[in-house]
């Protein structure tokens, strides 16, 4: 049995279950605020951060990349045609640069901002840095985000999928980034439109049905955010 220890909103955790859903995983989710410092989850990983993976007595597996390394080993080759992970060691390294590129760059220069400041301040209590948004830092994420979606749009329209002729990890990593801001409406859709009709692709899979239905407490989705046609 897999269990899964993440947040809704966290892009690394929408990334794990996307994965985890595309591999026909049946997962028990566990919610953990990561600001809280939960003793219990702190024994499992020090670090305090999601998302971690644990499989039945094993060890946790901690962090998105590893957790698709841990999930194509064992579970990969037996997906056949549907495998995630390249077949050429060339591929790979590309499919994982990107896995990076997004997991990291995206996320420390767009997804931590817009994320941060407004959906986790409404959970964080003011005495732990809660509270409104500065709006400066969402004019710097808003600013960063058409560069990144540029690119995403330039990967998109020079190859089938981000990292290559098939859907993969990398592919998975950038929506999984992405559709944690589209839910509060800051994706400027309009910017590229080889990057929408990606990312179009992408949110109409299976996998993606439990992201769309994930909802914050007193702030309603975008209304592009479970419209499959935008």
Request: aromatic share 10%; glycine share 6%.
């Amino acid at each position: 049995m897999l269990k899964l220890f993440h947040h809704p909103f966290s892009a690394a955790s929408r990334f794990a279950r996307l994965m985890l859903s595309e591999h026909d995983c049946k997962v028990e989710f566990v919610t953990e605020r990561p600001w809280e410092r939960r003793p219990d989850f702190l024994q499992i990983n020090p670090a305090g951060s999601v998302p971690v993976l644990v499989e039945n007595d094993g060890p946790p597996i901690a962090g998105a990349p590893v957790i698709m390394e841990y999930i194509d080993e064992t579970r990969g080759y037996a997906m056949g045609d549907r495998r995630l992970m390249p077949n050429h060691p060339e591929a790979r390294a590309e499919m994982r640069r990107l896995v990076l590129w997004f997991g990291q760059k995206f996320h420390e220069e767009v997804t931590h901002y817009f994320v941060h400041e407004r959906i986790f301040k409404l959970e964080i209590p003011s005495s732990r840095g809660g509270g409104a948004p500065d709006s400066q830092i969402l004019r710097a994420a808003r600013a960063n985000i058409r560069h990144h979606l540029r690119y995403i749009g330039w990967l998109a329209g020079s190859r089938d999928w981000l990292a290559g002729e098939r859907i993969s990890f990398a592919d998975l990593a950038a929506a999984a980034e992405l559709s944690a801001i589209d839910y509060i409406g800051e994706v400027p859709w309009d910017e590229d439109p080889h990057a929408t009709a990606w990312y179009a692709r992408v949110k109409s899979r299976p996998s993606f049905r439990g992201l769309l239905a994930d909802k914050v407490t007193g702030l309603p989705a975008s209304p592009t955010y479970a419209d499959l046609d935008f």
